[in-house]
């Protein structure tokens, strides 16, 4: 068993914050020696040559790829060019009907658009815990990918597409057989996925921390990722972070796998900095939560205990950064973040953790009952 104080070197030694580092083993004189000598990608089973990538391989095939977007049609339209002429059928999830008009298909056939406006889903969503939480977002509103996500698993329970992708717009470099190997993949797990690299897909402060010479290694995302919908699967809260919260329950219980390396198309991390301020709050929940599975702590994730010392050394790590920068652009980053942190108590974080949990419940058995 360990101790907070345990947990607290994991941190001081930046494993979590910034994301993710290599660390000793430490020993307190009230528990036994704790190995923190990891690397978050450690969490998920490396599966990236366990199943072939042959393109005549005689295995199940993906059911449906869906392809959540927002005023980049013409990202769409570059996407739709790449992806494997095959008979899986294509679901584009735009967040206007102008959004599709710009879209340019082609002669690709097996493309069809959906738009959330089933009664039954929006009644769903808006009746989660997690809608009224005041520290999450409105599902339904300008950052609508967590609604489009989730519309994505419902559509696809509901219509009995058990092996799915989710894509987003800006991934570039996919191998056709990498499709092929992630519908394998789910035969042993219920979700697979590539590590986005090249671009680090990272939170503002990620980019801040690469900035000041850090190392931080990306993880699976929402942005290029297989599962499963003929199980209990979870869903897609409405905060940052939100496609490692709907993998973190099955990373505990490992479930998941990596298949290797995609790219995404750049931006300018620090364009505007208040997206910082959007960004915290499911910054200290993912990242709290992996360091706990990765500790062996995951059931301690309704201690508001554990959560006090996880803030507190949240802020010691985003003090030490804006120490460390002299470029404006970073440090207007990271004082947002600061100020952000610095208003979210162990108490919000329990509730959240309390609402993301009965949330899943519900979902899962909603989600049963459309079979």
């Known amino acids: ?23 000793r083993e430490r020993t307190d004189r009230m528990c036994l020696p704790l190995s923190l000598d990891f690397n978050p990608r450690s969490l998920v089973v490396d599966s990236s040559t366990s199943y072939s990538l042959a393109s005549d391989n005689p295995s199940p095939s993906l059911d449906a790829i869906f392809i959540p977007f927002r005023n980049r049609p013409e990202y769409v339209s570059e996407l739709l060019k790449i992806l494997p002429e095959n008979e899986t059928p294509i679901f584009l999830l735009p967040s206007t009907s102008l959004d599709l008009d710009l879209v340019k298909i082609g002669r690709r056939r097996h493309v069809e658009a959906l738009f959330m406006d089933n009664p039954d ?40 597409l ?26 042993d797990f219920i979700v697979s996925g590539f590590f986005v690299d090249d671009f680090p897909d990272t939170s503002a402060i990620g980019h801040a921390e690469i900035e000041l010479g850090e190392s931080v290694s990306t993880f699976l995302s929402g942005s290029c990722l297989f599962a499963r919908t003929d199980e209990d699967v979870g869903f897609f809260p409405p905060i940052y972070n939100e496609d490692w919260l709907f993998m973190v329950p099955h990373i505990a219980r490992g ?16 364009a505007n900095p208040d997206v910082a301020l959007f960004q915290e709050f499911g910054e200290i929940i993912a990242d709290s939560l992996f360091a706990l599975v990765a500790s062996n702590r995951y059931p301690e994730r309704l201690n508001p205990r554990v959560w006090r010392k996880l803030l507190n050394l949240r802020r010691d790590w985003l003090m030490e950064l804006s120490n460390r920068a002299s ?8 004082e947002v973040a600061q100020t952000k942190c610095a208003e979210i108590t162990e108490a919000d974080c329990v509730r959240f953790m309390s609402d993301w949990e009965s949330d899943r419940k519900q979902w899962d058995q909603t989600l049963q009952e459309l079979r």
């Not at 390396?261 to 931006?267: E, T």
């Open 1 to 23: 068993m360990t101790t907070e104080g345990n947990l607290g070197s994991l941190f001081i030694h930046k494993l979590l914050f910034p994301r993710y580092r290599y660390h």
């Open 121 to 160: 889903f929006i009644a769903m969503l808006h009746g989660l815990r997690c809608s009224s939480n005041r520290l999450c977002m409105s599902y339904f509103v300008e950052w609508d990918l967590p609604a489009k996500r989730n519309y994505a698993l419902w559509y696809a329970r509901k219509h009995r």
């Open 162 to 187: 058990n092996r799915i992708m989710l894509l987003d717009d800006d991934i570039r470099d996919l191998h056709p057989t990498a499709f092929l190997a992630g519908a394998n993949a789910l035969q």
């Open 255 to 270: 479930r998941v796998c990596s298949l290797g390396r995609v790219y995404q198309k750049s931006y300018d991390p620090f």
């Open 327 to 334: 470029d404006n652009r970073h440090r207007s980053i990271i």
